[in-house]
């Protein structure tokens, strides 16, 4: 299937641990995001990378490091995961900047 | 600042309405706006996307309207069914900053 697949959908571990996300795209799409639902169930930008290359950082901890190996892969890792953290995350990708947005399905984080 | 807001928050109607969804939006300058349903534990499922040189958009029994002038979308859900029950979120990239900026969303409850 077509999709944005991000794994694992859910997630369980405890403070200070690393932890990481995985997602990719077979749309064939430059550009990807990560967003976060926090616990009111509201979405925020994180990052945002076009061909690879960061555009969009927004304010997000260092402890969060994005990295794409290539166009259709954009996985997130966590380090000193603290309670704060605990959140739905999603992968998403478009065919360009600022064009159509598709999603994953989350990936349910739960920090302990 | 680009801020996105939808009324209401929760909506319950019987099967067989026709009902509107609201969403607003402070600055006019938006590239295009796009309406997601999220269903509980779920990823977002794109439904319209509207350019912002359009005014309208159709799917089924969904349309989705634009007026830039006055800051809003609407959702138009005709022949509402239980199947339609979830949330819809509004989300618009405005500035060419290639981020989505959300609305807290509309929780539709379509009863039997």
């Known amino acids: 299937d077509t999709a944005v697949s991000q794994t694992p959908k859910y997630l369980v571990t405890q403070m200070g641990n690393d932890k990481s996300i995985k997602c990719e795209q077979n749309l064939g799409h430059d550009t990807m995001y990560w967003y976060k639902q926090d616990s009111k169930k509201f979405l925020k930008i994180m990052f945002s990378y076009n061909n690879k290359e960061l555009i969009i950082n927004e304010t997000v901890p260092n402890r969060f490091s994005p990295k794409s190996p290539d166009k259709a892969h954009l996985n997130l890792h966590i380090n000193s995961l603290e309670l704060g953290d605990s959140a739905v995350y999603f992968c998403?990708?478009?065919?360009?900047?600022?064009?159509?947005?598709?999603f994953g399905q989350g990936t349910r984080l739960t920090v302990v | 600042k680009q801020e996105v807001t939808q009324i209401p928050a929760a909506l319950s109607v019987p099967e067989g309405e026709n009902l509107v969804l609201n969403c607003s939006f402070t600055d006019s300058a938006i590239y295009n706006l796009q309406w997601f349903r999220q269903d509980p534990g779920k990823g977002l499922t794109s439904l319209l996307l509207i350019q912002s040189s359009q005014r309208e958009q159709t799917s089924g029994r969904l349309n989705a309207s634009l007026d830039k002038s006055s800051g809003r979308s609407t959702l138009y859900i005709a022949a509402s069914q239980p199947g339609d029950s979830a949330t819809y979120l509004c989300?618009?990239?405005?500035?060419?900053?290639?981020?989505?900026?959300f609305g807290a969303g509309t929780r539709l409850a379509v009863h039997p």
């Open positions: 989300a618009l990239i405005s500035g060419g900053y290639n981020k989505l900026i």
């Open positions: 998403a990708s478009s065919p360009a900047k600022n064009t159509e947005a598709f």
